[in-house]
């Protein structure tokens, strides 16, 4: 395997030659977004959010950094979606606001859920709708749209076809043989396309560590179905707001059971609306109940269907656990957390499920029981795609750097040569030519942190000290010094916050404090506010180092008479 070229200057693009930049989704869960530019002109692949880690206080979301594409926005030819989750089409609002005509090309399903996002930024969005076995030519790409399966329906991959060379970006795919909707990623259309050639193949890696094959969405109805006959009193299943399959088991499971069902959170009401009107989603006559309605309900006859299996702090399931939303879990009610755990979200899954635990209820997980499968191929299924495709070159995407290195070794296993399976980061730069994809270089691709309503105004620096401010706590120190005669005419005064009870504990220090101002002040002259301000940092900071181990932040204000 070829490692992963250094940042280095990247050269000018040759005309006929096909260009690869990933922008996301590389060494992570989300933010996918890959860019193909040829002769001029750019085709994306995706664009999508990443959901903040603890390490990373008050952001909302993460998105890719559009900085490579500045200037370029009228040289966009369209933006393909392969399918409705948010790690692929939730930065697409950010893009747009940029330049709000790009084309959206996508499935029935994914563009609806994509529309009703774009409403509510007030984007009214070009859109074109395609489906399997559908070729569509945008400037010098030629796209043929295959079926694939997922965790949610009408998911696609894209095959693109240039005067450079052929790609085959699968999204994100399973190989589910008995999927609930009939439709499965469709094996005879990747062996034509093997046939015609795949000179690069940039290919799921999620599961690529997972030896095996993923099980099938239908081992999950029979779970359900025990969990529903044993429950005696209220049950909330908690999933994706997207995950179609996942809700149709539960409302077939409520309808077996003579119970009610309860859409809890904004987007799951929203989502589901959507897949329901647009025939996605069957739902039994009568069925469906509003909030407010519950409680008028017995709680042997009620099922709420919720978001926040993520641990999300703003979710319906969080705000249950935490007793501020307006159902009140208690004893005897199980909750059913029916979704994987996204890497880096443990701790807040687990905080949840400790909290619903206190409260009295029952947690069924994937760890306790089969509620759950994933959406993503297992090495198997990826070794069957290898070998019916046969790919000259293999890009691993979507996965942590482990994913994608398991992916790769998988790639060689089945005969590519590990000098043509490319290991990329975010930001590398990979040019197709004559069969042969080399990375290039790499461009710069930060984070870009969503925090409220502004977007890209938070910078690490900024998180750095909202973790400060979080574990080490603050210190401000204000004192006035005369600059004639060098004394201290007022304080200094200290106050803390998170660090101490009480600001007595500062009187140890105080003496010190002022003799090294007042020595500042008369050995040097010509001293700025700005220097005697350092002196009380490094006088603070270091005793309050030795003496309690700690680093907080430390404001000083040094005002002079």
């Not at 952001?59 to 392969?82: K, Q």
């Not at 208690?330 to 949840?352: C, H, K, M």
């Amino acid at each position: 395997m070829s490692p992963t070229a250094p940042l280095v200057p990247v050269p000018a693009l040759a005309e006929g030659t096909l260009r690869i930049v990933a922008l996301g989704g590389l060494g992570e869960i989300g933010r996918n977004m890959t860019v193909f530019e040829l002769n001029g002109k750019l085709l994306i692949v995706d664009c999508g959010v990443l959901f903040p880690e603890e390490h990373q206080p008050g952001v909302d979301l993460i998105l890719p950094d559009f900085s490579y594409l500045e200037g370029r926005l009228d040289d966009v030819v369209g933006l393909v979606l392969t399918h409705g989750h948010e790690d692929h089409i939730g930065a697409v609002p950010y893009l747009l606001r940029l330049k709000e005509d790009i084309p959206l090309i996508g499935s029935q399903l994914t563009l609806a859920l994509i529309e009703a996002k774009l409403q509510e930024h007030r984007i009214r969005p070009y859109t074109l709708t395609v489906s399997e076995g559908q070729i569509e030519q945008f400037g010098p790409f030629e796209c043929e749209f295959v079926a694939v399966n997922h965790s949610i329906p009408d998911a696609l991959a894209v095959f693109i076809r240039t005067g450079a060379g052929n790609v085959l970006h699968t999204g994100d795919f399973k190989m589910d043989q008995l999927p609930l909707d009939g439709r499965i990623t469709d094996l005879r259309a990747f062996s034509r396309l093997g046939e015609e050639g795949v000179d690069l193949f940039l290919v799921d890696s999620t599961n690529a560590d997972v030896p095996g094959f993923t099980a099938a969405e239908r081992e999950i109805g029979p779970v359900l179905e025990r969990l529903f006959a044993d429950v005696r009193k209220r049950i909330i299943v908690a999933s994706f707001s997207s995950h179609v399959h996942r809700v149709q088991q539960v409302l077939d499971a409520a309808q077996a059971h003579g119970r009610f069902v309860c859409f809890a959170g904004r987007s799951m009401v929203r989502n589901m609306g959507i897949a329901a009107r647009l025939g996605y989603l069957r739902v039994p006559e009568g069925i469906l109940v509003d909030l407010k309605d519950v409680d008028n309900l017995p709680d042997d006859k009620v099922v709420l269907m919720s978001t926040g299996s993520q641990g999300e702090p703003m979710a319906a399931l969080s705000r249950m656990a935490n007793g501020d939303h307006r159902i009140t879990v208690g004893p005897g009610d199980t909750v059913i957390l029916a979704s994987s755990l996204i890497p880096g979200n443990e701790n807040a899954v687990f905080r949840v499920i400790n909290g619903l635990l206190k409260l009295g209820a029952d947690v069924v997980h994937k760890g306790n029981a089969r509620v759950h499968v994933s959406g993503h191929a297992a090495a198997g299924e990826l070794l069957y795609c290898y070998n019916i495709l046969k790919p000259r070159n293999v890009m691993p995407v979507h996965g942590e750097t482990r994913h994608l290195i398991a992916n790769g070794r998988l790639a060689e296993l089945t005969g590519v040569p590990a000098e043509n399976v490319l290991l990329a980061d975010n930001g590398s730069v990979i040019d197709l030519v004559d069969g042969k994809a080399l990375t290039v270089g790499a461009v710069e691709c930060g984070f870009v942190y969503v925090d409220g309503s502004s977007v890209g105004e938070i910078t690490d620096a900024d998180l750095k000290d909202r973790r400060i401010l979080g574990e080490e706590g603050f210190i401000s120190i204000v004192a006035v010094v005369n600059r004639t005669t060098g004394k201290i005419v007022s304080g200094p005064d200290i106050h803390a916050r998170g660090f101490a009870e009480d600001d007595s504990v500062f009187d140890e220090i105080t003496g010190k404090l002022n003799a090294a101002l007042e020595e500042a002040v008369r050995s040097n002259i010509d001293h700025t506010t700005y220097q005697l301000q350092q002196v009380v940092r490094r006088v603070i900071g270091t005793w309050v180092n030795r003496r309690y181990r700690r680093r907080p932040m430390i404001i000083p204000v040094v005002l002079e008479a």
